[in-house]
C-alpha cells in the first residue's frame, strides 16, 4: 500500500470512512447492516453520514481500498474470508454484482479506479469522461450495469453516446495490458478533482440490454448512427433487443406459459400503458373468467406514473428472457429453427 494511500485515509476518522461505506451502498442496504448495531453506534454513524461532505473522489477510492483489504483478511473466529466477501456483497450489491466482483477479487484482477466508478454519481462521472476518446468510454461501459449505462448516459453528449455504442458492441474482450491502462486512467480522473486470459465484456448482448432500457426515439438515432458505418452489425443489436411490445409476436403456446409466471398485479400495470391489441392478445389467452378478472382490474385502476409502467413491462420482458434462457419457452425464432 503506497505512502500517499495511506495518507487520503488519514484525513477521514473510522466512523467517516464507515459513513462514506454506507452511503453508496443504498438505503435498503445501509438499513440491513444498521440492524446489527447499538443504537450508540446508529447515531454516531448517522451524525457522520449527516456531516461528511466535500469528500475527494481519491479518498473515497482509498475507503474501498481499505474496505476490500479488511473483507481480505480471516477474520479472528475463523469465518472463511470469501464466504464472508460473498455473504456481505450480496447483501449489499445482490448475487449477480457479488458474484462478478468476488470472481475478480479470486483470479487477482480487482482494480480499485475501475470499481470506484461504479459507485459514482452519473452526473459526476458524466462529467469525468464527457472528453475522453470513446474507445476508452466504451470499456468504462462495460465494466457498468446496464442501468448505470442508462442513467450515465441522460449526461452525456448525445454524438459521443453515438460513437460509444458501436465500439461497445464490438469490443467482446479487453487484454490485460488495456485493463490496467484504464484502471490508471480513472485512478488519475478520481485524483484530478493479471492474468493472460482475457476478460470478457461488451459485445452485441450488453449493447441490446443497454438499448432495451433506453427511449426509443434516442434507440433509433443510435442504430441509425451504427448503421451508417456497419448496418450488419445494427442489425444484429436490433435482432437481439427485446421489448413489451414484441410479445405480440409470440406464438399462443409460449404466451400462455409465459402468462401463468408473470403477477395478475404487475400484469394490470404493464397493460394500463399497452396498446388494444396486446390488452387483446393477453385477454384471449387466458380463461373467461381470468379475462373478465383482469378486464376488471385494468378498468378499475386509476392514472398511473409512466415509470411505474415502463417499469413493470421491463419486469415481464425480463421474465420472458429468463424464461427463455432456462428453455421454457421460445420468444422468436426462424421458422428453419423449430420443430413442430
Given amino acids: 500500500m503506497t505512502e500517499a494511500t495511506l495518507n487520503k485515509r ?11 461505506v454506507m452511503m453508496s451502498v ?12 447499538s443504537q450508540l453506534e446508529i447515531n454516531q454513524l448517522s451524525v457522520a453520514m449527516a456531516r461528511i461532505s466535500n469528500v475527494s473522489k481519491a479518498a473515497v477510492t482509498a475507503v474501498y481500498e481499505e474496505f476490500v ?18 455473504g456481505a456483497l450480496e447483501k449489499a450489491l445482490g448475487a ?12 487477482g484482477d480487482y482494480f480499485a479506479g475501475i470499481e470506484a466508478v461504479q459507485w459514482q454519481d452519473p452526473r459526476v462521472l ?24 442508462d442513467a450515465l448516459i441522460r449526461y452525456l453528449p448525445p454524438e459521443l ?35 493472460q486470459a482475457r476478460v470478457s465484456v461488451g459485445g452485441v448482448a450488453m449493447v441490446a440490454k443497454i438499448l432495451n432500457r433506453v427511449e426509443q426515439t434516442r434507440v433509433e438515432s443510435i442504430l441509425k448512427q451504427i448503421s451508417a458505418v456497419d448496418a450488419e452489425l445494427a442489425q444484429r443489436i436490433e435482432n437481439s433487443m427485446f421489448v413489451f411490445e414484441d410479445l405480440l409476436h409470440v406464438d399462443d403456446r ?16 404493464a397493460l394500463k400503458g399497452s396498446g388494444q391489441e396486446l390488452q387483446n392478445k393477453v385477454l384471449s389467452n387466458l380463461s373467461q373468467r381470468a379475462a373478465d378478472m383482469l378486464r376488471d382490474e385494468i ?33 422468436r425464432s426462424d421458422p428453419g429453427e423449430v420443430v413442430s
Avoid: C, W
Wanted: aromatic letters at 4%; glycine letters at 4%; zero cysteines.
Fill in 69 to 86: 483489504d479488511l473483507m481480505l483478511q480471516e477474520t479472528a473466529i475463523g469465518i472463511n474470508a470469501e464466504a464472508y466477501i460473498r
Fill in 10 to 20: 488519514a484525513n477521514l476518522s473510522d466512523v467517516e470512512k464507515s459513513a462514506v
Fill in 299 to 331: 378498468g378499475a385502476r386509476g392514472p398511473m406514473r409512466v415509470s411505474e409502467v415502463e417499469a413493470a413491462k421491463r419486469e415481464i420482458v425480463a421474465t420472458a428472457q429468463r424464461l427463455e434462457r432456462e428453455g421454457t419457452i421460445i420468444l
Fill in 254 to 269: 409460449n404466451f400462455q406459459i409465459l402468462l401463468r409466471s408473470i403477477d395478475q398485479k404487475l400484469l394490470v400495470s
Fill in 126 to 149: 458524466a462529467e469525468m469522461i464527457k472528453n475522453e476518446h470513446p474507445q476508452v468510454v466504451a470499456m468504462i461501459f462495460a465494466y457498468l450495469e446496464p442501468e448505470q449505462i
Fill in 161 to 195: 453516446v453515438e460513437q460509444v455504442i458501436p465500439r461497445l458492441a464490438t469490443l467482446d474482450s479487453i487484454p490485460p495490458a488495456a485493463v490496467r491502462e484504464l484502471n490508471e486512467s480513472i485512478e488519475d480522473l478520481l485524483a484530478g478533482e493479471s492474468q
Fill in 96 to 107: 449477480d454484482k457479488a458474484e462478478r466482483l468476488v470472481g475478480r477479487l479470486r483470479q
Fill in 26 to 37: 443504498g438505503q435498503d442496504a445501509a438499513a440491513e447492516v444498521m440492524k446489527f448495531m
